[in-house]
């Protein structure tokens, strides 16, 4: 340091005179405090501090503060979505606060909102001026006042009651009293009158019937004889059919799945199929009704003896013409030999299946929805009319409505009717006055009366809705009814109370019923496109494991069956499918397209393995195997 300061220049050009100066006093090295130019500086982030909080959270795992609990929200933000809508929420709707309201003044605002049309306005704070919304005349004209304030009377008001305030005569009205001008009957105007007149005839005209002559009844064979070499008719099952008994008793040991289609009669009838019936015990023939007002016989099997020409076809045999309308049922009377048809034409007929002649013909003045025959053996004769003398023996007429379904139980000494006044009757045969009546249609409920000594004796009030379907099961002991309330009860017979109650959240309305062939089992078609089965000998428990689905029955009444063994379920459904489900694991083995319309009937032929016949509305009818 010395040196540096007594340092002198060597250059000569810039020579400056030397001026005496004291000598400059150094400061000593070790008085001058060190400098660090790198302090260790504690940093402190207050955002990273705050532990987050998530706001759509409903649980802490920790106790926050309150900047922790009460920090803005970071993160990316909906840009199209307003303020309001970014707002935390409690409903569904925005964000509910808990408040007290004083009832009377809630209650008294209520009113006068119901009342007169307006009210305060409720976000108007307390010490802020009264504000109304609703209808500013009725504002105007009530002067703001509120239903518990009291008014101006009305005129209308001050008309006097005629009225009766004594509690012990039987005249007492109380403040139900009617008033003195008050008119109880009003006469129609001059114009009015003529209008209903007018109305009334309209009405009239329609439902006139007009008296129509019958057509001439005829048949025509299809094949070239009806008869054998033995003389017998083609109505004598065969016997010839190979690994197939016609007459046993006893179902088929196992039964298959059908896979492919081995007939069809094509456009069997031309305007869709409204009825088919297999022969009584065999099988063999099937009677089909349809809307073409045509009824035919098939045959169902293809080694028939009487088939000479095609002796393995599966073909017409005979078409019966004789109704002007379309034909609505038929049905084979206990061994085949005749059959009735019920058509639209108001007409009812008694055919012979052989010879193909009608031997009787009914006028009922009314559209007959299904017949019957009486099963018994020495009643076959009789049907509800008597077909031998054409005389009407017995004429049922206490149905408010068209009479849909007939079914006889009871050892055919009673028989049930089912109609479209939404009830159900039975009868005692040959009594024309209905023995018990089922679902009062206006109360939804099914009462029972003894019609002979006037008096009620049961009243079956349960159901909530129109009553669907009957079935009776167990020996005709008991029986299920379905209604539209989307229920199911199950009733003892001649005991008004039902035993069991089926209705849960679950359930749909159920139009088409079935019984399992060895009578354990009620499947039911159900309307939300699934069957559900009941134990009926376990209570009439559901069995919640047996549910089919995979089809489509809304709106159809598509009707359901099973195999002879019980092994396969099968259904139609309202695209034309048949669906063939297995009983044990309810699992949908197969479905294919049976018809271009609705699938409307199927039924497995009671002799046969995996033989199906399918009946739809775009009137074909297939037989699959």
């Not at 039964?255 to 015990?281: D, N, T, Y």
């Not at 039924?603 to 009137?619: F, M, Q």
Request: charged residues 25%; contains cysteine.
């Amino acid at each position: 340091m010395d040196g540096i300061v007594t340092y002198e220049s060597s250059s000569s050009d810039d020579e400056i005179p030397k001026q005496d100066t004291a000598p400059t006093q150094l400061l000593k090295s070790s008085l001058i405090k060190s400098i660090d130019v790198a302090p260790v500086v504690e940093h402190k982030d207050e955002f990273l501090s705050l532990v987050p909080v998530d706001p759509q959270s409903h649980e802490l795992i920790h106790n926050p503060t309150y900047e922790e609990l009460f920090a803005p929200s970071f993160g990316p933000v909906n840009p199209f979505k307003s303020e309001k809508q970014l707002a935390p929420k409690n409903t569904l709707t925005g964000y509910v606060e808990e408040a007290h309201v004083n009832k009377f003044a809630f209650e008294n605002q209520h009113r006068t909102f119901m009342t007169y049309g307006y009210a305060e306005d409720p976000s108007v704070e307390g010490g802020a001026d009264r504000r109304l919304v609703g209808e500013t005349e009725s504002m105007t004209e009530n002067e703001g006042k509120t239903a518990f304030e009291k008014r101006q009377k009305r005129k209308g008001d001050l008309r006097k009651r005629d009225s009766n305030w004594d509690p012990t005569s039987e005249d007492y009205t109380g403040p139900w009293a009617k008033y003195k001008d008050e008119e109880t009957v009003s006469v129609p105007s001059e114009e009015d009158r003529v209008y209903l007149e007018a109305y009334l005839a309209k009405k009239a005209s329609k439902r006139k019937v007009v008296e129509e002559a019958p057509i001439e009844e005829k048949s025509t064979l299809h094949i070239p004889t009806p008869y054998d070499y033995q003389g017998r008719s083609f109505l004598h099952a065969p016997h010839d059919i190979p690994n197939v008994n016609l007459r046993a008793t006893d179902p088929p040991e196992r039964c298959f799945l059908p896979k492919r289609q081995i007939h069809e009669w094509i456009s069997a009838h031309a305007r869709g199929v409204a009825a088919i019936r297999l022969f009584p015990h065999t099988g063999h023939l099937m009677l089909s009704a349809g809307m073409d007002s045509k009824i035919k016989v098939d045959n169902l099997f293809s080694r028939c003896f009487f088939l000479k020409t095609s002796f393995n076809e599966r073909r017409l045999i005979r078409s019966y013409m004789g109704h002007r309308q379309a034909v609505r049922d038929v049905s084979f009377n206990s061994n085949g030999t005749a059959f009735l048809s019920a058509s639209y034409d108001r007409y009812v007929k008694l055919w012979d299946t052989e010879i193909g002649k009608c031997t009787n013909q009914f006028n009922l003045k009314r559209v007959a929805y299904c017949v019957q025959f009486n099963p018994d053996e020495d009643k076959q004769h009789l049907f509800l009319y008597d077909t031998r003398s054409g005389e009407v023996v017995q004429q049922y007429d206490r149905h408010l409505g068209a009479v849909n379904a007939v079914a006889f139980v009871d050892n055919n000494r009673r028989f049930v009717s089912t109609s479209d006044d939404k009830s159900l009757r039975v009868w005692e045969w040959d009594i024309p006055v209905d023995f018990k009546y089922l679902a009062d249609p206006s109360l939804h409920s099914m009462p029972a009366y003894d019609t002979r000594s006037g008096e009620v004796v049961q009243q079956y009030d349960r159901h909530l809705g129109a009553v669907n379907a009957v079935a009776f099961v167990d020996n005709n002991r008991r029986f299920v009814s379905t209604s539209d309330d989307k229920s199911l009860r199950v009733w003892e017979w001649d005991i008004p109370v039902d035993f069991k109650y089926l209705a849960d959240p679950s359930l749909h309305s159920m139009p088409a019923v079935s019984v399992s062939p060895n009578g354990k089992y009620l499947i039911c078609q159900s309307l939300d496109n699934q069957l559900v089965v009941f134990n009926i000998f376990a209570g009439f428990k559901r069995m919640r494991k047996k549910i089919f689905r995979g089809h489509m029955v809304s709106g159809y009444a598509c009707t359901v069956d099973m195999s002879p063994d019980m092994r396969y379920v099968i259904s139609g459904d309202g695209d034309g499918y048949l669906c063939l489900w297995e009983w044990k694991t309810t699992r949908l083995l197969t479905k294919w397209k049976a018809h271009d319309g609705v699938c409307i009937n199927c039924a497995w032929l009671p002799h046969e393995t995996s033989k199906v016949i399918t009946a739809g509305w775009d009137g074909n009818i297939r037989l699959w195997d």
